[in-house]
């Protein structure tokens, strides 16, 4: 919006002489080409309007070097910017057609398409301005961020990284590292680039307070997060989006009260309040139990203003299931899913899943791993009990019931397995990245490679998710598909518990489509491939299981745990070596806030509400039967 302000204002005598300049160009080079046209000439498929042999076939030769604009050029540019958006645009293809380098030209197009939000193309320009400028820490920064809008996560992280590197002064760098650092389920590192934002920020301080907040808050240190709004909240009292901010922190410490005097405050600042307010209130509504009275203030959002959101229209889902009117609840999952979703990305998400799950189950064979040495105990090192399952398989749920035990502590979803896997080849100095890495373990200088692999687990764990800090000698690690790394767990980590969740296929792939999950759940916007996910996960683990890899191994079934709580309980902190604890059973008077969607439903007695909830969804899930039906046998459950 502001460079659409400033293009509108001013004048642009200079920009129309040298337009009509550029115009003159071009007739006489359409007229000595004739009417033909070849594929070079025609606009690029990338949407800058350019010819595609001046944008993105251009892109693809090994070298670009950047033209230097001529001071007229300049003149004409500036005065291009303060004139109208299209004028200003059809200048900048007419020169970059002649001149594909031309660094303001092709930096004045990407600003336009990106405010456009002709996203392709804003990426192919913005690439072009990256190569050819690599030492410039602000294309970095927009590259980075053009390619966090885009969920290219990956790329993201690159361009964030670089930005810090070229520029570890500047504020705006390690806000977009912490925004890559917590779409990685890694909040310690989010916190930390967040306070050296703030500390390098001249503005902007209350927003970026409201990031460490909310960072704080996927840690579960509650107290923090609250002085973090406070202080927020100190510098305007008045800000509806730090109101807001501070009812969510009394919301998840079970001051349901005073996050509707907060949220009211907002409302009333904003005549009525925006659609996040009210979801939130629905929200509060919903777990208090009043459902019709949910569902009424989610209602107000299609009077007054823009369509439900993704998340607003599955809280709208799962409150019209609680209501039992089934057929409008699957609607809103449905509607939701396919909001703001890349079919594209979700493609090849679910084709590396199954690939993955494929090459593991090529290369853990007993016949190989049984040549491999084991890493020896950590002596005097905190001890993990691996929490495991697919996600909304009632992981929350054990976790937060093995968190009451004094001597285990919640460390939620940590991402210490998933960091020695990524960085195993460098671990072993190998040539091969994982798991083929692990046939370093062959050679005489890696007989202890496994120790070195499980120490990187320990002080990842440690130095990045607090554990060193905790008084208890166990942790949980619950980290979303870590049933996937079984097999790694067995080898870096033998005397580990493992407790696998299992629960009803249908139940798990249901739920997972009735939420918006994020760490590993990128294949979703259709029941399908959630499916086909589960499927590949769950025969993963049986092939571990039939080649003897799963290491310390239990199952345990969730309607097994709601049936009878207290049995499975106990034989749960059997098996890690404890006694049994009457505050286990206790878990929804826990003051720990659990980092997950299933907050709400662990601040609940135990009760049987998810139990075979399929059943109500048949017709619904007739489309992944065929994909589920074997496992369902072969976990021992029916399929109905």
Known sequence: QGHAQEFAQGDDHVFRAVRVVVDEAHHARRKGAGTAQDGASQ????????????????????????????????QALYAARR???????ALCVGLLTDTPTLLPALHLLFLIRRDQERRPAALALARRLVRLTPQ??????????????MRHWAEAEHQARHAVRLSPLS?????????VFQERREPAAAAFHIRRAIALAAHRRRPLLRELAQVQIQQGALAEARASVAEALALGPDDPATLAQMAVVEEYSHNSACATQLLDRAASLTHGGWAGLREARARLLADSGDHVGALAALAADASDGPALNASALLLKGRILDRLDRTDAAFAAFEAAQKIDFDQEEARRHLSWIETTARHYRQFFLRSLTDTLPRAGPAAGRKQPVFVAGFARSGTTLVEQTLSMHTQIAAAGEIGSLRQVVKHAQRLLHSPLPYPNALTELWMGDQLRGLDTLRDAYLNDAEQMHGVAGNSEPYFTDKMIFNEMHLALIGLILPDAPVIHMIRHPLDVVLSVFSHLLSGGVRSRGDIVSIARHYAASIELVQHYAEQGLLGRYMAVRYEDVVSDQQAQVTRMLAFIGLPFEPACLDFDRSERYARTLSFSQVRRKLNSDGVFRYRKYRRQLE????????????????LE
């Open 43 to 74: 606009a690029c498929g990338c949407g800058s309007a350019l010819p595609g042999s001046a944008c993105c076939a251009l892109d693809a030769r090994a070298r670009l070097v950047a033209a230097e604009p001529s001071d007229a050029t300049l």
């Open 171 to 179: 504020a705006g760098p390690h806000e977009l590292l912490a925004q």
């Open 623 to 638: 489309p992944v039967y065929p994909i589920l039906e074997r496992h369902v046998r072969q976990l021992g459950y029916e």
């Open 136 to 149: 410039d820490p602000g294309m970095a920064l927009e590259l980075g961020a053009l390619f966090f809008e």
């Open 83 to 89: 004139g109208g958006i299209e004028d200003a645009a």
